[in-house]
């Protein structure tokens, strides 16, 4: 074959070949979406969240057991170094790469489970577009402001039905 026959083939090859990196890769598409949801910095979030909470547990838990530890300066300090220590397991656990690996191979399970190739190649690819970059980083927002506004208006809603329920469970014997 000579060297025009062989650019005239090439260049005939190269819209199927820029088709081929188009086709739906699902793990690429996946790490894409990952990516762009900037996964490694939920899951630290969500360390956070989890000691946060963890914290708060034992807080409430020790005020029903000893509620006048707050005042004893030698059980408060005890309590605060506890409190650090649930910071330090939880940020460590969090901080490991195999956590990072494990979530995400767990959330591309749940991906493929729920999209098919197709889908996830149509979400990777928005997702790269300005718009999809707004939505992920937009989305915590309206997410907020839409649960804040439900959150007010079942309070509004409930308060009245909630109120004589709860006084009946704290008078009962």
Do not use: W
């Not at 767990?106 to 690819?125: G, P, T, V």
């Not at 208006?153 to 009245?160: E, I, R, S, T, V």
């Amino acid at each position: 074959m000579n060297m025009r026959a062989k650019r005239l083939l090439l260049v005939a090859l190269l819209p199927l070949a820029a088709h081929a990196q188009d086709a739906a890769d699902p793990a690429r598409d996946i790490a894409a979406i990952q990516q762009a949801a900037h996964v490694p910095a939920f899951v630290t979030q969500l360390g956070k969240q989890l000691g946060q909470s963890a914290k708060q547990t034992a807080v409430a838990q020790l005020q029903q057991t000893n509620p006048a530890c707050g005042q004893q300066a030698p059980c408060r300090t005890k309590v605060e170094g506890l409190l650090k220590k649930i910071d330090a397991v939880t940020n460590d656990y969090f901080a490991k790469p195999q956590t990072l690996a494990e979530f995400k191979k767990k959330q591309s399970d749940a991906y493929r489970k729920h999209f098919s190739n197709d889908e996830l190649h149509a979400i990777a690819a928005f997702l790269a577009t300005p718009a999809g970059t707004k939505m992920l980083s937009e989305s915590p927002l309206v997410m907020n402001e839409s649960v804040t506004g439900l959150m007010q208006d079942a309070g509004k809603q409930l308060d009245a039905k909630l109120q004589p329920l709860v006084n009946q469970i704290k008078t009962s014997k």
